[in-house]
């Protein structure tokens, strides 16, 4: 931002852009590294570099596409059952609250943010 106005960067990685954690990742495995020869823990579940197919990344997944000749990103068969389970637990008839409550959590879900259970 300039003078309360936004102005497109040339330069740089957007922020939230799809590179963004992928780069960030990209710098971390090199952490990661770092952090093992001085004797510290690291998560190996979760710290390893690896090809796409078989990943789970920010809730996606990723394929090959033949056609295209790229991977591609969609959403991970967990994340896709998760959601389910919670939009079944919203829309449960026997959930004794008001409807403008449950079309807030619904809207919660669905766009994304904080949701509790029951």
Request: proline share 3%; net charge positive; hydrophobic share 30%.
């Amino acid at each position: 931002m300039i003078d309360d106005e936004y102005e497109e960067s040339i330069v740089g990685t957007p922020q939230g852009g799809n590179l963004s954690p992928l780069l960030a990742n990209i710098m971390l495995n090199e952490l990661d590294k770092e952090m093992e020869k001085r004797g510290l823990k690291v998560n190996v579940t979760k710290s390893k570099v690896d090809k796409p197919q078989g990943l789970k990344y920010l809730g996606f997944g990723f394929y090959f596409d033949r056609i295209a000749h790229q991977y591609k990103a969609k959403p991970h068969a967990k994340s896709v059952q998760k959601f389910k389970k919670r939009m079944r637990e919203l829309t449960c008839r026997s959930w004794g609250v008001k409807n403008s409550y449950k079309v807030e959590k619904l809207n919660q879900l669905i766009v994304g943010g904080k949701t509790s259970s029951r």
